[in-house]
T-cell receptor, first 115, second 111 residues
Framework: SQTIHQWPATLVQPVGSPLSLECTVE??????LYWYRQAAGRGLQLLFY??????ISSEVPQNLSASRPQDRQFILSSKKLLLSDSGFYLC??????????????FGDGTRLSIL | QQPVQSPQAVILREGEDAVINCSSS?????VHWYRQKHGEAPVFLMI?????EQKGHEKISASFNEKKQQSSLYLTASQLSYSGTYFC????????????FGQGTELSVKP
């Protein structure tokens, strides 16, 4: 069966520090991968979307970036964190399907607090 | 482009029914429904593709009206475990699974 791992679960970082969040998926090949951010009490904002290695679509202009160095690995990074980067970051995957009838499966998330 | 969910919040007693609506200003290709418990990740409930089909998941079902560009989630005989925030995710055209989520509807089921 497929599983998704996301770490760390909780992170406290000072303003201006770098960031690296990692997500890996097991049990499937060539999945679609997603990074979302959720502010407290708010909805899910799609940040990045990837259909394959090295293929990243950025949905929201910001100081974050994403990379997909391996088929089932998705990394969210920042060179300098801002206070507004605080939130709950969720990685998700879905089977690659051109007909869009595949559910998204979420990792447990990383709660990021910027001080 | 963000779909609008209504109501924003609802409180139920166990056994009562509820309807959550998701409306879009643009024509929809598909609608996904997810439930998120506090502090946890969202969990997939169901997908509806254009065609007006209705799907069910335990006592939770949903419909999709293409002409009205909206979907509704029906929770019948609610249980305590139904509490959480419900999100619809919409796809305007076939984008290979890229969704725009609504702001969520917080559902609280009381004993």
């Amino acid at each position: 069966s497929q599983t998704i791992h996301q770490w760390p679960a909780t992170l406290v970082q000072p303003v201006g520090s770098p960031l690296s969040l990692e997500c890996t998926v097991e049990g499937t090949s060539n999945p679609n991968l997603y990074w979302y951010r959720q502010a407290a009490g708010r909805g899910l904002q799609l940040l990045f979307y990837s259909v394959g290695i090295g293929q990243i679509s950025s949905e929201v202009p910001q100081n974050l970036s994403a990379s997909r160095p391996q088929d089932r690995q998705f990394i969210l990074s920042s060179k300098k964190l801002l206070l507004s980067d605080s939130g709950f970051y969720l990685c998700a995957w879905s089977e690659a399907d051109s007909n869009s009838n595949q559910p998204q499966h979420f990792g447990d998330g990383t709660r990021l607090s910027i001080l | 482009q963000q779909p609008v969910q209504s109501p924003q919040a609802v409180i139920l007693r166990e056994g009562e029914d509820a309807v959550i609506n998701c409306s879009s200003s643009k024509a929809l290709y598909s609608v996904h429904w997810y439930r998120q418990k506090h502090g946890e990740a969202p969990v997939f409930l169901m997908i509806l593709l254009k065609g007006g089909e209705q799907k069910g998941h335990e006592k939770i079902s949903a419909s999709f009206n293409e002409k009205k560009q909206q979907s509704s989630l029906y929770l019948t005989a609610s249980q305590l475990s139904y509490s959480g925030t419900y999100f619809c995710g919409t796809e305007i055209y076939n984008q290979g699974g890229k969704l725009i989520f609504g702001q969520g509807t917080e559902l609280s089921v009381k004993p």
